[in-house]
């Protein structure tokens, strides 16, 4: 099935990519919750998490630790939120969202707006320090 995000993994639509390995890909979320705030997907598609099998799983939640890690290093926040919604795009992915209060994981919260520079800026910092991992 073909989504925006199978789009983005493909690269026929731009995203401030994060990292990839096999199996997954991360980039990140363009109308964030916060500054740094990260989509991790499978680069096979599937619609719900809970319908992947049970190594796929295991593995995107690996991969997603050490996106976690990095965005942690990069961005000043006390620890990572996670989120699983996916009510808008039909293609499995968790949220990673830099958290400083229990609201920085509250989707209706007004969001703050970053320029394409300072999105870039984020995305250029949280590579740096997942390509130290
Ligand atoms: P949900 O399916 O409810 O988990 O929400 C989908 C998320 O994908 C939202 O937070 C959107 O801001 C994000 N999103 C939608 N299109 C793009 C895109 N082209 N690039 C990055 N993030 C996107």
Redesign the pocket.
């Known amino acids: 099935m073909e989504t ?1 995000f199978t789009k ?1 993994i493909k690269g026929e ?1 731009p ?1 401030y990519k994060i990292a990839e390995n096999e199996k997954f890909f991360a ?5 964030p919750l916060n500054g740094g705030h990260t ?1 991790v997907v499978p680069k096979k598609h599937s619609s719900y998490i809970f319908d992947m099998d049970d190594t796929d799983l295991k593995e995107m939640m690996v991969f997603a630790k050490k996106v976690a890690k990095a965005i942690e290093e990069a961005i000043p926040c006390k620890r990572i939120g996670v989120a699983v ?5 039909p293609h499995t ?1 968790i ?1 990673l969202v830099p958290l400083n209060e229990e609201n920085d994981l509250n989707f209706r919260k007004q969001r703050p707006q970053f320029s394409k520079e300072e999105m870039q800026k984020i995305a250029d910092d949280i590579v740096a320090t997942y390509n130290k991992k």
Not at 27 to 31: K, R, T, V, Y
Not at 85 to 89: A, D, S
């Open positions: 925006i983005i639509i995203c980039f990140l979320d363009i109308n989509l919604i996916g009510l808008e795009v992915h949220h």
